[in-house]
Structures are given as C-alpha cells and as structure tokens.
C-alpha cells in the first residue's frame, strides 16, 4: 500500500498550530510555529479515528455523547426512520459542490455516529473530515469508514476504482471551538443538530464557501413531548440566524416532515438518543413506552434545513 499524500497546509497541530500531515500511524505536525520547534504527535487508533482534543480543551473527561445515546442513536437511524432528512441534506450538498470547480473539501461538524456523514461522502467532494467531541462517537464513525474503504488511507487501494466517487473521510476527535484546520480551507460545513459557532466556521471556510445547518422544526416529535412534559415549549429554529448575519447570507430554506410509527423498541432508542431521556420525569418516560407495547406510537418528525453562503471579505 502507498503512502497516501495531502498538503500538509490543510491540517493544524491542535497544541502549537504548525502544519500537520496525515499517516496511516500517526499524525505529526513540524513544530515551525511552537518556541521549541517542538512536533507533536497524534497517534491514529485501531479504529482508524485520531483524537486532536488536547486535555486543555476538554471541560470533563469524557466529552460528548455516551456510548449508550451513540447505540441507540446508529439503531434508530440505520432503521431509516429520518432518511428523508438524510436525502434532503446530500441533494443540497450535491447541488452546492456541482457550482464548485476547485478540491472540495466538507466539515461535518458534529458528526455523531456518522449517519449522515457516510452518505454525504458520495456527493461529489474529495474529502470529508468528520469532527465530534465524542470518542465513542468517533469510533463507531471511523468503525463503519473503515469497513466501506473510505478512510483516507484506503482511497484507490491497489488501483481499484467505483463507479460512485468516494471522499476520503477524516474522523476526528476535536471542539469545534478549535478546529485543527487552516484557514480558509474548506469549501463547506455541515451541522447537523449540533452548536453554532459563526466565527469559528467562517474562519475555516472559504470566500463564498457554504454552511448547511439542520434543526428541529416547530412540531417536531410534538406528541412525545406532549406525553412527556407538562408544559412544552416549541422550537425555536431560526433563533440563531441573527448571529450568523455579520458572517454569512442565508440562501435558501427547506421543511421536511415525515410521519414515524415507532414500536416500543425504536422509541425507546429515539428517547435515548435525544435529551427526552433526561430532562423527562421517569414515570412519564416509563407509560410513554408501555403505551408503545400493545401499539406502535405515532409522532411525526420535522425538520428545517438552511443553507447559508459566508460573505465576501468587504473592502
């Protein structure tokens, strides 16, 4: 197998900022920028992951979502209950990267388990890092990468080719406050129900690169949060626009909905994977699914998907 070759300009060492190349062993940036000329090594686990979360960054010790949330989170989405939202988001991101003549490359940020992350690897990019805070996550992520040949290590594997380009995907532990990324080095960011920071994304983007967020729209899992909680409190989804304004123009927004019926099983994941497993009082939790045991509950599942373009640089 060859080495498999990137411009070391695209990646930053996480502790100095100085360019850091990918292995297929370990990650190692050249130290220019630290006082020492010290480098800095990130091994890559078996898993095929490499964490770039420095010990400072981290506010507990184990960040992001449990093993649990990412179990119950990869049985509901693999049971293609919110593959229409899936669908949505990589025929948005197919028609954005056809406008582009340059590399393409995509951070999806807040990529969890990596439902949507492997999908949007067969739109048409060249490379795909996929960015969580979560290990497990990472793992389960860079697990599935792995098994497909899409890891960055693995592209063209002794010369075999398909007929569907493939981005390399990156899986990468880090904070999206701090991303191991040179300026200005992406084409687009994807955040699917993850925060919002809108300059850290605009300054990885660039001129004119695009930012596709996904939120819960309003009704979204309403009858859930009816059976759970005695007063419900509706989404707010365009709440975060106007601190986007000074960094980017919203170009277009669309509305997905899609009936569910969930059998005991799958809601009780689909309560796992959301703050509903927490914040609602377990009795209310518990009749909820025991209702589900004799029939499938029926809620429906909505969504708003908004595509931004970060402003050009004014003068």
Same mark, same amino acid.
Request: proline share 7%; net charge neutral; with cysteine.
């Given at each position: 197998?060859?080495?498999?070759?990137?411009?070391?300009?695209?990646?930053?060492?996480?502790?100095?900022?100085?360019?850091?190349?990918?292995?297929?062993?370990?990650?190692?940036?050249?130290?220019?920028?630290?006082?020492?000329?010290?480098?800095?090594?990130?091994?890559?686990?078996?898993?095929?992951?490499?964490?770039?979360?420095?010990?400072?960054?981290?506010?507990?010790?184990?960040?992001?979502?449990? *093993? &649990?949330? #990412? %179990?119950?989170?990869?049985?509901?989405?693999?049971?293609?209950?919110?593959? +229409? !939202?899936? =669908?949505?988001?990589?025929?948005?991101?197919?028609?954005?990267?056809?406008?582009?003549?340059?590399?393409?490359?995509?951070?999806?940020?807040?990529?969890?388990?990596?439902?949507?992350?492997?999908?949007?690897?067969?739109?048409?990019?060249?490379?795909?890092?996929?960015?969580?805070?979560?290990?497990?996550?990472?793992?389960?992520?860079?697990?599935?990468?792995?098994?497909?040949?899409?890891?960055?290590? *693995? &592209?063209? #594997? %002794?010369?075999?080719?398909?007929?569907?380009?493939?981005?390399?995907?990156? +899986? !990468?532990? =880090?904070?999206?406050?701090?991303?191991?990324?040179?300026?200005?080095?992406?084409?687009?960011?994807?955040?699917?129900?993850?925060?919002?920071?809108?300059?850290?994304?605009?300054?990885?983007?660039?001129?004119?690169?695009?930012?596709?967020?996904?939120?819960?729209?309003?009704?979204?899992?309403?009858?859930?949060?009816?059976?759970?909680?005695?007063?419900?409190?509706?989404?707010?989804?365009?709440?975060?626009?106007?601190?986007?304004?000074?960094?980017?123009?919203?170009?277009?927004?669309?509305?997905?909905?899609?009936?569910?019926?969930?059998?005991?099983?799958?809601?009780?994941?689909?309560?796992?994977?959301?703050?509903?497993?927490?914040?609602?009082?377990?009795?209310?939790?518990?009749?909820?699914?025991?209702?589900?045991?004799?029939?499938?509950?029926?809620?429906?599942?909505?969504?708003?998907?908004?595509?931004?373009?970060?402003?050009?640089?004014?003068?």
């Amino acid at each position: 197998m060859s080495d498999f070759e990137l411009p070391v300009s695209l990646f930053t060492c996480p502790i100095c900022h100085s360019p850091m190349q990918p292995a297929k062993d370990t990650w190692r940036c050249d130290g220019s920028l630290h006082p020492k000329q010290t480098s800095h090594p990130f091994d890559v686990a078996k898993q095929g992951y490499v964490n770039l979360l420095p010990v400072q960054q981290k506010k507990s010790k184990a960040p992001g979502d449990s *093993q &649990q949330s #990412i %179990d119950a989170r990869k049985r509901f989405l693999d049971a293609g209950y919110y593959q +229409p !939202l899936q =669908t949505l988001i990589c025929q948005q991101m197919t028609q954005l990267l056809g406008q582009n003549d340059t590399a393409m490359n995509w951070l999806d940020i807040g990529c969890g388990e990596g439902y949507y992350t492997q999908a949007m690897a067969q739109t048409g990019m060249d490379t795909l890092i996929a960015a969580d805070i979560s290990k497990p996550a990472l793992a389960s992520l860079a697990k599935v990468s792995k098994a497909a040949n899409y890891l960055w290590y *693995q &592209q063209n #594997i %002794d010369g075999k080719q398909t007929d569907t380009k493939i981005a390399a995907i990156y +899986p !990468l532990v =880090t904070s999206a406050a701090h991303l191991p990324l040179r300026p200005h080095s992406m084409t687009g960011i994807s955040s699917i129900f993850s925060p919002i920071l809108p300059e850290a994304f605009a300054t990885v983007l660039q001129e004119e690169g695009y930012l596709l967020i996904a939120k819960p729209d309003v009704g979204h899992l309403a009858s859930i949060r009816e059976a759970l909680f005695d007063s419900v409190r509706e989404h707010d989804s365009s709440k975060f626009l106007p601190t986007l304004a000074p960094y980017f123009e919203l170009v277009d927004t669309h509305n997905i909905n899609t009936s569910l019926s969930l059998p005991a099983g799958e809601l009780a994941d689909l309560l796992t994977m959301t703050p509903y497993a927490y914040r609602a009082r377990p009795e209310n939790r518990q009749a909820l699914l025991a209702s589900a045991e004799t029939a499938p509950f029926i809620t429906e599942a909505k969504f708003v998907v908004y595509v931004l373009k970060k402003r050009t640089t004014l003068s």
